[in-house]
């Protein structure tokens, strides 16, 4: 039976702090949810009511798209080593782009990395631990280099082309705001 609580608690966020990968769920009013898996040193829980996390230059940009038309947000962990549990974190989230206030001095906390196109801060109102006896145990043998070894390789205009040609709307053909103007899909 799943626990639920207001906000995190020291516990929980050791637990956080100790998993090496995360997943989000977002979704539009309409269309597809999206769940993506998110790993490297790209979040922080600055309160037990406030998670930060950077997302980096990828094939796809749900994430943003569905937060420009509502701005709800989950995060999970699964406890893939010696303690099982299930936790999900629930609440809104505001996106900040390269260009908006704020995302230099956040994005600061996380290793330089080209690339980096949002930071998501995400407001808890809801945390909810369930048992996890059904996740398998998994053993944690590092961290890729294939997308930083790309995202240096592409270089910052690489990486503006990339946002132009591919970044620009979700799957479903929602607007990203990834280049700060009115885009189409």
Known sequence: M???????SDVLIRFIEAQHIFFVGTAAPEGRVNISPKG???LRVFSPTRIVWRNLTGSGNETAGHLAQ??????????FAAKPMILRTYGTA???HPRD???AELNGLFPASPGARQIYDLSI??????CGFAVPFMDYAGERDVLKTWADGKGEDGIAEYWETRN???IDGLPTHILGREETA
Do not use: A, E, H
């Open 2 to 8: 799943g626990k639920q609580f207001d906000q995190l």
């Open 125 to 130: 109102d809801l945390v909810q631990s369930s």
């Open 70 to 79: 509502i701005n709800r947000m989950t995060l999970m962990w699964c406890g």
């Open 94 to 96: 505001r996106t900040l």
């Open 40 to 42: 490297m040193d790209s």
């Open 168 to 170: 620009q709307s979700t």
């Open 101 to 103: 206030t704020g995302f």
